[in-house]
C-alpha cells in the first residue's frame, strides 16, 4: 500500500496563501487520479481538486480560480496552491491517491483562516 504524506497546512488571514504537498513513498507506474479532498467539522469529506497522470485537472466550484492542482511523477508529489482563502475553506485537508488497484489516504493537514 501506499503512504501519502502531507505538509503546508496552517492558520492563515482572510485572503492568504498557502500551499500543501503530498508525497508519495513510492513510484505510480500506472494510471492514477491524485486528488485533495477536505473536511470541515460536521460536514462530509468534499473533493477540492484532482489531477490526473494524462494532466487532466477538475476542481470544485468553490475553489476555481483560487485553488490550483499540480504534480511531478518524478518526485511523486501533488501540490494544491490555495490563494485568496476564505473563512470557509477551513477544514482538514486529505490527499488521496486511487490507482485501478488502491485507494490511498493521507493522514490528513489542517488548514485555518481566520476573518
Known amino acids: 500500500q501506499v503512504q501519502l504524506v502531507e505538509s503546508g497546512g496552517g492558520v492563515v488571514q482572510f485572503g492568504g496563501s498557502l500551499r500543501l504537498s503530498c508525497v508519495a513513498n513510492?513510484?505510480?507506474?500506472?494510471?492514477?487520479?491524485m486528488s485533495w479532498y477536505r473536511q470541515a467539522p460536521g460536514k462530509q469529506r468534499a473533493l477540492v481538486a484532482s489531477?490526473?497522470?494524462?494532466?487532466?485537472?477538475r476542481y470544485a466550484d468553490s475553489v476555481k480560480d483560487r485553488f490550483t492542482i499540480s504534480g511531478d511523477s518524478a518526485k511523486k508529489m501533488v501540490s494544491l496552491q490555495m490563494d485568496n482563502l476564505k473563512p470557509e475553506d477551513t477544514a482538514t485537508y486529505y490527499c488521496?491517491?486511487?490507482?485501478?488497484?488502491?485507494?490511498?489516504w493521507g493522514q490528513g493537514t489542517q488548514v485555518t483562516v481566520s476573518s
Open positions: 488521496n491517491l486511487r490507482t485501478p488497484l488502491m485507494d490511498s
Open positions: 513510492t513510484p505510480i507506474s500506472t494510471s492514477y487520479v
Open positions: 489531477l490526473t497522470r494524462d494532466g487532466e485537472t
